[in-house]
């Protein structure tokens, strides 16, 4: 009999305890129904060491509540990040219990709160990129994408985000999974003019975009390819590298992205730099004639090339190819601009050595010379920033260096004109 009354003691208890925990979630769910999420979650933290004894379906009950539960606490601004992600859990818990279970309850609302969670993240992750604050829009984004690892997207742009931050490893990382699931971003965009507003409006698919054209709301349907990321995320994968200090793990990682796209300009560009970082000016030079040969009359590319011989303190080479471009485009204003910015980078040399001169006779003398060689040197630049104003009136930054130029040569007429230009 002994034995007996231990078996009914042991049975009694866990059926109370079963009780209690019921009892729990249903307190908590009431609590919820009257907006009180703060006691919803007392009752769960109490019902939680419970859950040992509980059914399949009564955890899956819990999850659900629970998850509602962080959801309503995150939408009141209550520590929203952790009760987002607390939540987030709790619905994919739900989910995969019943799954297991062949039987499907709270699966749908929880999926649909799953959805909403991710939304959440990615306004979120705008608001903060939007703020500079570029470490926080990363996590947000990848919290997002771990909500759904389908969409590789987030992933992308949480890539992004994470090199605006200056959180290179995390970068890194997050760009080799994107090439480790072989993500393209490759696709089609859906474009109408709304007639009302006039603006052009995007549309998430081509189904949606006609049934609003046919409707009559819209107007000039427009279709644009979105060209592939990979070669994208290749570079940056070996720039990445490079920041690391892995040169011969970056050279690998770029061959590889060429060999996949061997008609890729920038990434023939991106090798060629990374050899030129690298110091093996043989191969970097090598690398841009190839470059070249394929695309002489590509005035984009030359233009990329003066800017990388610019950086690299190879001013004569730079100008060359700044030349070229115009040659090929006289149109091409920001060719102009950076000739006029390679001319007054002279300036600064000059002002140095003058500002270290006395005021002896032969110093001053020194002094005329030199300053007579700063004017020759914003003269040189004159015509090139009369081009870019010409070709862009809302380059103001242009415009306020060609006049400080006039200013600096006392050319007053032209700077009033050029002033009362700006000011209109």
Request: a neutral charge; hydrophobic letters at 40%.
């Amino acid at each position: 009999m002994k034995s007996n009354y231990v078996i009914l003691v042991s049975l009694f208890l866990t059926t109370a305890s079963v009780f209690a925990q019921k009892d729990q979630i249903k307190a908590a769910e009431n609590a919820l129904k009257n907006g009180n999420a703060v006691e919803a979650k007392t009752f769960l933290v109490q019902a939680e060491p419970l859950l040992a004894n509980a059914t399949e379906a009564e955890k899956a009950q819990y999850n659900f509540v629970k998850g509602n539960t962080l959801f309503e606490l995150a939408t009141k601004n209550s520590d929203s990040d952790a009760n987002y992600t607390a939540a987030a859990k709790a619905f994919k818990e739900v989910i995969s219990i019943e799954k297991a279970m062949g039987k499907l309850k709270y699966s749908e609302p929880a999926a649909v709160s799953l959805q909403t969670i991710k939304g959440k993240f990615v306004n979120l992750a705008i608001e903060e990129g939007n703020n500079k604050n570029y470490s926080a829009a990363a996590s947000k984004l990848y919290a997002a994408y771990e909500l759904d690892v389908t969409d590789l997207e987030k992933l992308y742009y949480a890539a992004n985000y994470a090199v605006n931050a200056k959180e290179y490893e995390l970068a890194l990382q997050y760009y080799q999974e994107l090439k480790a699931k072989k993500f393209t971003g490759e696709g089609e965009s859906f474009y109408a003019v709304n007639k009302e507003n006039k603006n052009e409006e995007l549309f998430n698919s081509k189904q949606e975009r006609d049934i609003y054209v046919k409707g009559g709301s819209h107007e000039k349907p427009r279709d644009e390819k979105i060209p592939s990321k990979s070669p994208e995320i290749y570079k940056n994968i070996a720039l990445l590298l490079i920041e690391k200090g892995k040169t011969e793990e970056a050279k690998a990682a770029i061959a590889e992205a060429i060999s996949e796209n061997p008609d890729d300009t920038n990434l023939l560009l991106s090798e060629a730099d990374i050899y030129l970082k690298a110091n093996d000016l043989a191969t970097y030079k090598k690398k841009i004639t190839a470059v070249l040969e394929k695309n002489p009359d590509n005035a984009d590319l030359i233009f990329n090339l003066g800017v990388i011989s610019y950086n690299n303190k190879e001013l004569a080479q730079a100008e060359k190819f700044y030349v070229r471009v115009i040659e090929i485009d006289p149109k091409y204003s920001n060719a102009y601009l950076n000739l006029a910015i390679l001319k007054l980078d002279a300036e600064k040399g000059l002002i140095d050595k003058m500002n270290k001169l006395g005021t002896s006779t032969v110093e001053m003398k020194k002094y005329d010379v030199l300053k007579k060689q700063r004017d020759d040197v914003f003269k040189s630049a004159i015509p090139y920033l009369i081009k870019v104003v010409e070709l862009d009136e809302n380059n103001i930054e242009a415009s306020k260096t060609l006049l400080n130029v006039y200013n600096a040569l006392e050319m007053t007429a032209e700077a009033k004109a050029l002033k009362a230009k700006i000011n209109k």
